[in-house]
């Protein structure tokens, strides 16, 4: 699976573009954190890798054709889309809510047949939801939410899954269980894009970081080498140091100077 994006604008009706001419590219077993301030243009790139947003100018491949030379239908059979946590509108169970993953392989008057079933069975078995099946999807926490959303992707049979904010409202515990869940799944062969604010947490997740500025790129490349001080103020507009433990892990904090109120 190769999902690529080349030189990608995008504009809503005749304002300026909120994408200007990015590329970008994902395969089967990366993480790609896209990272960016408030109107960067990261829900508009996600939008478009998934087909639901028409490029202005430039292309969207998938395993080289053109995303929209797919039906949407067949888009949806290869790429998910979880969304920002929301509150559901309706008390669905867990397991209904994975099952609406399969629509795209149900007929209008059909029934669910064995295979939609169990491919509801693996994508919860795969986030460890089973025994939570029957619970409302009300009554989950927001990182067992963001599961369900998940394990709704797999379920469609997506091999590329478009993760929007996923941990916006989450605690460390919850961040770390949900991306745990993705990095087993990557290892499996799936390729994730996760649209975030959160630096930290690409270095400790991605095998990608991609920044965009003003609906631009930035800068891109592994973790490691691109997620710097100097990236990190060109972006966000304010310092930052990028701290090494003693064991080699890495973190993000703001810099605090004397001028700064506390």
């Known amino acids: 699976m190769k999902l690529e994006a080349d030189r990608v604008s995008f504009a809503y009706g005749r304002g300026s573009p909120c994408l200007r001419g990015v590329s970008f590219a994902i395969e089967a077993r990366e993480i790609a954190f896209v990272l960016g301030a408030n109107g960067s243009g990261k829900t508009t790139l ?12 430039g292309t969207v491949v998938l395993d080289g054709r053109p995303l929209h030379a797919l039906a949407a239908r067949e888009r949806a059979k290869r790429i998910g889309v979880v969304p920002q946590l929301h509150d559901p509108a309706f008390p669905f169970s867990v397991e209904e809510t994975v099952a609406l993953g399969r629509a795209p392989y149900v007929g209008l008057f059909s029934q669910p047949s064995r295979e939609d079933r169990l491919a509801v069975e693996r994508a919860l078995d795969a986030v460890g939801l089973t025994a939570l099946r029957r619970r409302s999807t009300m009554r989950l926490s927001g990182g067992e939410r963001q599961l369900v959303w998940i394990a709704r992707g797999l379920a469609q049979g997506a091999s590329c899954l478009l993760l929007d904010e996923p941990t916006a409202h989450l605690d460390p515990q919850h961040e770390h269980a949900l991306f745990a869940v993705v990095r087993r799944l990557a290892a499996d062969g799936a390729a994730f894009v996760v649209a975030s604010h959160h630096p930290g947490s690409a270095l400790l997740y991605a095998t990608h970081v991609t920044f965009l500025k003003g609906g631009a ?3 891109s490349g592994l973790p490691e080498k691109t997620i710097t001080a100097n990236a990190l103020r060109e972006t966000y507009g304010m310092e930052f140091v990028v701290v090494t433990g003693q064991e080699g892990e890495r973190a993000v904090v703001p810099r605090i100077s004397s001028a700064d109120p506390r």
């Open 217 to 219: 790129v930035l800068r």
């Open 46 to 57: 996600l939008g478009c890798l998934a087909g639901t947003r028409r490029p202005t100018n």
